[in-house]
């Protein structure tokens, strides 16, 4: 059964959909005002790697992201960039959709979008209003108040007194409000700004009510999985929980976060100079090496991300890829019977809180005792090693052929062929044809590595 740790109640739980068979799943999506860096793409490989794993195990998943196309941010990026604010968020909309594509996240079977959802925001107000778990300030806006709220703080484990303390730093601080914790679900207009009708006048939503509206017009109002980077547990995801509680909703049933990532040792900041935006890193390494970089670390850890860590990932992807390269040219059964055992060894460690390391141990493990299944003669559990690791590796979203040599089975036939070749020479120990061999492949731009499972290439 499949299982994973569930934020708001603190340990792994076995997970049982509301409908057996069926997935629903809220991901919170991007505030569209910049470049999406490679923070937005761990998250974003997170959920794309649940969704396909669920869906690997036979489920039917619904997954809806959003795109926050107005708030503060993208207010005074407008400003200083003299555009209006629709103008700027479909520009970097269409930017972040891009770059999703380009990494190889599956898009969403649902893609709202904030301002379309006014008057679903509106009447939760309300409705919240009306239950006495908001209320107004005159020319402020509309206010949550936590009070209304007996859990609030424990999708984090924290007690309102503790999160007092520091309301400062992480909320908006107003004398008017009845209390520091209390946050907006509707703010008044401010002069230049975006501005939608109200029962409290002109004004625009807050950042927390959109989703609440948005997953439960779109997936019910009790669903099975809300999930995010660990970053918005707090306020937000918080936030979300009691907007909902408070107009008597279930609403999420299971929360998952991801974990942020390093770069070089720090935690990426533009102030620290280390700040990436997903292009650059993809105008430098194939997303593919990316995608498997993050899936060496748990999802729940933070990751290290540096030039040693990708150019580790590039052959690591090399050796899968060389493999399915040498299952290929000698013709092996893509569609063989696939390995039980390592099956089982797979779906064992991705159930148990979607453990990726794990997964990819039993790939490169499988990929090994192929490798010597096929230098034994052995083609037929050679074959069933190749159609398993295939497998496996779609599940996670790993493709076995690179974008270069896509198409080019002629390229990779004869560089089989002279490995081949290259092979028989060592063994009788004619070193200068090997060497031949090898510089005129390097003068081609392939680069060999000698391996205990055989040679590999790759491109240059």
């Known amino acids: 059964m499949v299982s994973f740790y569930d934020t708001r109640l ?8 509301l409908v057996d068979g069926r997935v629903s799943m809220y991901v919170c ?14 998250t974003a490989l997170t959920f794309d790697m649940i969704r396909r794993y669920l869906q690997w195990r036979g489920f039917e998943v619904t997954f809806v992201s959003n795109i926050t196309d107005i708030d503060d941010n993208i ?18 909309e269409q930017v972040y959709i891009d770059q999703m594509d380009r990494f190889g996240i599956a898009r969403p079977d649902h893609r709202p979008h904030a301002t379309e959802y006014i ?42 007194e503790e999160l007092r303390e520091g309301a400062g730093a992480r909320v908006e601080v107003d004398v008017e409000k009845a209390d520091p914790l209390d946050f907006a679900l509707w703010k008044a207009a401010k002069p230049g700004e975006p501005v939608w009708d109200s029962p409290w006048g002109p004004g625009r939503p807050g950042w927390h009510i959109e989703c609440v509206a948005m997953a439960t017009d779109l997936l019910g109002e009790t669903f099975d999985i809300h999930g995010g980077g660990d970053d918005l547990a707090f306020p937000h995801h918080q936030n979300e929980v009691a907007e909902a509680e408070g107009a008597e909703l279930d609403f999420a049933r299971h929360w998952i976060h991801g974990a942020m990532l390093n770069v070089n040792g720090e935690k990426m900041a533009k102030s620290l100079g280390n700040f990436t935006t997903l292009s650059d890193l993809l105008d430098v390494y194939e997303p593919q090496v990316l995608r498997l970089l993050m899936l060496q670390t748990h999802y729940r850890t933070v990751m290290e991300l540096s030039d040693d860590a990708l150019t580790g990932a590039s ?8 493999w399915h390269r040498r299952a290929d040219a000698a013709s092996l059964n893509p569609s ?14 991705m159930d148990d809180d979607f453990s990726t390391p794990a997964g990819l141990a039993v790939v490169f493990d499988l990929v090994r005792e192929a490798n010597a299944a096929l230098d034994g003669g052995d083609t037929d559990r050679a074959a069933a090693a190749h159609a398993t690791v295939g497998d496996l590796a779609g599940a996670l979203g790993l493709t076995l052929v690179s974008d270069g040599q896509a198409g080019d089975d002629a390229l990779a036939a004869e ?3 002279l490995l081949a070749e290259r ?28 391996t205990p499972g055989g040679t590999i290439w790759r491109t240059s």
Not at 10 to 17: A, G, T
Not at 75 to 92: K, M, Q
Request: charged share 35%; hydrophobic share 40%; glycine share 8%.
């Open 315 to 322: 052959g690591a992807l090399d050796r899968l890829r060389a």
């Open 75 to 92: 207010i005074n990026r407008a400003l200083e960039t003299g555009t209006t604010e629709p103008e700027l968020a479909a520009r970097y």
């Open 415 to 417: 560089v089989e062929k």
């Open 336 to 349: 063989a019977d696939p390995d039980p055992d390592a099956l089982a060894r797979f779906t064992a460690a």
């Open 10 to 17: 603190r340990q792994i739980v076995p997970f049982e959909p």
């Open 119 to 160: 008057a679903e925001m509106l009447e939760f107000i309300s409705d919240l209003v009306d239950r006495g778990a908001a209320y107004p300030i005159e020319g402020k806006g509309v206010y949550f108040s936590v009070a209304a709220h007996d859990r609030y703080g424990d999708l984090i484990g924290r007690t309102p």
């Open 423 to 450: 092979d028989e020479a060592r063994k009788s120990k004619d070193f200068a044809t090997a060497d031949r061999i090898r510089d005129e492949l390097a003068a081609r731009g392939i680069v060999l590595e000698d």
């Open 29 to 42: 999506g991007p505030t569209v005002y910049d470049d999406p860096h490679v923070g937005h793409a761990r």
